[in-house]
């Protein structure tokens, strides 16, 4: 199998041009390469998490999917799809949150942080907080997994979701893969090397910081009334300026050869003026830009056009997807009835079998115990007291090894009340198939 990256966008805001060197095009730039298979989708059941204006939504939705395509993704080389049409997606969540510890979702960082917030205001520490939010990091799982992504490319901010992923995916794999690896372990891939782009005022180019340059909205017009805006100092034209003195520099480079990059730093140390300076990375932007511009105003102006697209890539996705939902209903027990069941007792053994543990410990005595517990916590086997730790260890090291074959009359534990030898072996054997 090749290498499956998949990227979620959520859909809240409208793409500005630090979007576009940071993420879009560095993304679509890597779905071109050789034996990777891409997974682009449109996050819109997370943008419902923040959002709650039905016009917003659905204007981003269509303004990204706009943006995407006429950067160039190519939707006949990659699966570019919206989340919401993935009902499986959903349906994973479910399956996925019904093994996700609350007390591992209660360490996610967007959501302490809403309680922090609201602690330090006073207010009650879940005081706005959604089912949503809280469980945002359980959907985000189901988005990676389903498709069994390797890798996904995301910032630094999103790395706890991954680990999280990873979490539930390992949990789910072992209490109903049987063996098997129903999902694969995402990795978070971190571009170091893809530029963080500064806005007007030098900061890191962000909405909220109120300092982004439109990349397809307003125009050429509107590019060009964000670049007046850029702050520089007051050197007059024919004084020599440090090209690093403002985030212009930075913004043209994003644009640029090499070469130009070292010619435009020159003319700066030269005496260009601001003004001037100002029309040249105006110029540069544009050589890039305004032909990805006209595809964008077309593809706006004919969003059935995208509609189309977007419900083939749910047709490639979901081709994947439903079969592997499939195994997993099948897995989880929710399936056809068909034949009579596995028996009730047979179940319950393997359930024991598959979360037996041992647990060696020391009672106010001075003695060592050890005692062997299953899923439910329940005592299926119980030592009595040893004066060495290390003869407690031995016995569990034996019976792992040798199963309820250890288990002869000498053995200095009994079988707790109400427990059954064959619930005892399926313990034990669970141990030997490690
Ligand atoms: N949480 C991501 C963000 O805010 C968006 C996202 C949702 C995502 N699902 C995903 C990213 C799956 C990667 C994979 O940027």
Redesign the pocket.
Known sequence: MSLRV?????TTGTPHLGNYVGAIRPAIEASRGAGVESFF?L?DY?ALIKCDDPARIERSRLQIAATWLAAGLDPARVVFYR?SDIPEITELTWLLTCVTAKGLMNRAHAYKASVDLNTAAGADPDDGVTMGLFC?PI??AA??LIFN?HK????R??IQ??EM?RDVAQRFNHLFGNGRQFFVLPEAAIDEAVAMLPGLDGRKMSKSYDNTIPLFEGGAKGLQEAIARIVTDSRLPGEPKDPDSTSLTALFDAFATPAEREAFRAELRGGLGWGEAKQRLLKQIEREIAPLRERYEALIADPAKIETILQEGARKARALATPLLAELRQAVGLRPMLAPPVAATQAKEKSAAQHALFKQYRESDGRFYFKLTDAQGRILLQSTGFEQGREAGQWVGRLKQEGLSALTAEVPASLADGITREELAAALASFSED
């Open positions: 998949l990227t979620g966008i959520t989708f996050a997370h989340q945002y959907l985000m988005d990676i992504a996904v490319p995301v910032g901010d999103q979701h991954l992923a």
